[in-house]
C-alpha cells in the first residue's frame, strides 16, 4: 500500500490553484481597470468584482483560458 500517491496531475502548473485565487491575485497586482484593458471582458469593466468574474469565466472557457495565461505569464514580484 502507497502512503504517497503520486500527483494526478504533475505538469499541470495551475493544478490545485482555485480560480478565486488566481481573479483575486490578477486583481490585486493589476487592478480591474488594467485587467479589463489586458482581457477586454465585461465582468472586468462593468461593475467588477471577485464573484460576478468567477460566474463568468466558469461558464467561458475561451476567457478562462486567457485569465489563467495572464496568470501564468505575470511576475507577482514587482
Not at 480560480?19 to 484593458?37: M, N, P, R, S, T
Amino acid at each position: 500500500m502507497n502512503d504517497n500517491p503520486s500527483p494526478s496531475q504533475p505538469n499541470n502548473p495551475l493544478h490545485g490553484v482555485k480560480l478565486a485565487d488566481i481573479v483575486a491575485q490578477l486583481e490585486v497586482h493589476y487592478g480591474w481597470k488594467k485587467l479589463g484593458e489586458i482581457i477586454s471582458i465585461n465582468c472586468f469593466k462593468k461593475d467588477p468584482s471577485i464573484k460576478s468574474s468567477l460566474k463568468f469565466l466558469r461558464r467561458t472557457p475561451w476567457a478562462r483560458d486567457e485569465v489563467e495565461s495572464l496568470y501564468l505569464n505575470t511576475d507577482f514580484k514587482k
